[in-house]
């Protein structure tokens, strides 16, 4: 920072901290420190009509991820808070909604209609209980979970992580928040700074760190007048006074900026012709946003990317498939080529149609959790794309074959790197002696797939990424931050139809028959030995 000469610095951190974080013994071109949030109060959340007053569905919901492990005891809290409400909740019949399972996020109109159709929302607060300064922590963790993949955040934390978990701290408030106080639900969150912004048991229920005082939050919970009331307060305060409005923030940012300006010419401005001109001559830039709205410039491949543009906008509007477009999110091409993969396997494979009949007739999950449909074609394409390794394919010249072993009671699917075109060998003692038994008992955990030994890790998110064929196109697949890639119908079906998933995965480690094989090489374009 102080080598680039950064004079004035926009940061989560919290105002207590600005020593620790940013020395100016150190950063000797710091003038001003400013604290921001991650997020902001947009127009829609302050529109009346976000606000729900009627009788909701759930007394509890949630939806969170597996954090990065490196974030300390803070983020594990997003995982922890699902586990103990799930149980509070089971055990004290309250209705809930609760998941950290990858495909059961909810984006967009659904995930208002969901906080509008639940009376407590769970969460905690956003950021770091580690803060890695220099990268080390981030290598020593990749190392040492290299060496042992399936190692738990608390075997890395006493390893690698405890002598730096809260030396630095961020712990502020997140876009989820406002949502939450926008939409009318009561926030049960666990006890935190959160900036400054939030006071427990007046904006929040507590919940301690600990989890010890769960049995009170379940009567607080049980009063819906109180948990209105609660409600209400925090609505008046982030949303109805303004203090964290989009609006002002630009307001007070532009004020900042302005207040810094020295010497500038303000007569001289960039020619925005001239810009683009020169941003599509030297890296074939092709939309550009103007007052107007975007632009495509009129190239051929300006031409090319408007046409899937429309392409895309005709699938998320279609009747039938839009729906699933919507809630999947992302490359709605992309997706749909996916899509026609995963069913061309389901079709082809026979081990795999159980899966099907076992979704159309049970279409939903304990407490109506669907099992979507893009969830069961991204388990079939996941379990097909490890059918077509054992089979010899390797479409970029990485080859991987797959055993499956039990973890904690999770069942994992776990890749090893192989030569190019081997084929692997059936047999697998483990499945037979261990992991089919546990399934068709109903005693198994997670359905995963872990490819971690067999691509680099991105240290940015800690996921595992690989570029594989699908039909004529290059798709990316990246795993969670915990560096698996979740199988969640599966685990959904395993709870109602064990014998459907234990044939999946059967079909899934056995090299294909010449019949298979075609249904494979049509769904990944390429040709197996």
Known sequence: MNEVGIEIMFTCAAEKDFKKFYPRNRIRSLREIHQNLTGYVTDELRKPGVRAFGTRRWDVGYRGRPPIYYMGQLGQHKIRIAREFTALCEREGLRHNISCQEDDRLSGKQWFDFLRDTRVQLGSPSGTSI???????????????????????????????????????????????????????????????????????????????????????????????????????????????????????????????????????????????????????RFNQVLFFRRSGPVYIDTAEGRRIQRQEQKSRLLVRAPLVGPIFRQAGGDPLMKAAKGRAALRLIVGVKGFRPLLSAWLHHPEHRYGQKILTADLLKSVL?????????????????????????????????????????????????????????????????????????WPIQLFGHSTQFVWSVEDKVAIFRSTSDEYFHLSALTKIATFAPEAVASALHAALTPASPEEKRSLEKAFNLTLP
């Open 131 to 281: 803060v890695d300064l220099d990268g080390s922590l981030i290598e020593a963790e990749q190392q040492y979970r290299a060496e042992k993949p399936h190692a738990t955040f608390e075997e890395v934390f006493e390893k690698v992580l405890k002598p730096h978990e809260g030396k630095m701290t961020i712990d502020t408030v997140s876009p989820r928040h406002f949502e939450y106080a926008a939409t009318g639900a009561t926030m049960a969150l666990v006890k935190g700074h959160y900036g400054g912004y939030l006071n427990a048991d007046e904006h929040y229920i507590p919940v301690e760190p600990d989890y010890s005082n769960l049995d009170d939050v379940a009567r607080q919970i049980r009063d819906h007048a109180h948990c209105r009331r609660m409600a209400d307060r925090a609505h008046a305060h982030l949303i109805e006074s303004g203090r964290f409005s989009a609006e002002k923030f630009v307001r007070d940012f532009d004020a900042i900026i302005e207040r810094n300006i020295e010497d500038i010419d303000r007569g001289d401005r960039v020619n925005a012709e001239a810009f683009e001109s020169m941003m599509t001559e």
């Open 382 to 454: 996941l379990l097909g794309l490890v059918k077509a390794a054992q089979s010899g394919a390797a479409p970029y010249g990485e080859g991987f074959h797959s055993r499956i072993c039990l973890v904690q009671d999770n069942i994992i699917l776990e890749g090893r790197p192989v030569p190019a075109g081997s084929v692997n060998d059936p047999s697998d003692t483990d499945w037979q002696d261990n992991v089919e038994p546990r399934l068709r008992d109903g005693i198994a955990g997670d359905i995963r797939l872990d490819l971690s030994r067999c």
